[in-house]
């Protein structure tokens, strides 16, 4: 039985090979980028929430994981925006 969950994607345009090669580069520096930015920090997030997975590894389980965490997240900020939305005349007029 497959399992239907909810995973982000990405929807790109058609695009040759030339511009995904490029567009897959780009994102490669990026990645490098927050890694030498921000590299620290991200090690001891993912040591503390994913001990097992090795600095700078992100596989399958572990990219998993982290959307797990991200969905409850915008979950439980949805809810929360639409409690508040609920309880507050000065909003009755706006098309939410």
Do not use: C
């Amino acid at each position: 039985m497959k399992s239907h969950r909810r995973h982000a994607q990405i929807h790109l345009p058609p695009m040759t090979g030339e511009q995904a090669y490029l567009l897959a580069a780009v994102l490669e520096r990026a990645v490098r980028a927050l890694w030498r930015a921000h590299g620290d920090a991200m090690a001891d997030f993912q040591g503390r929430v994913f001990p097992d997975a090795l600095p700078g590894e992100i596989d399958d389980s572990v990219q998993r994981a982290m959307l797990d965490r991200l969905d409850q997240r915008v979950a439980t900020r949805a809810s929360t925006d639409a409690e508040r939305h609920e309880h507050d005349p000065d909003d009755a007029d706006i098309p939410w």
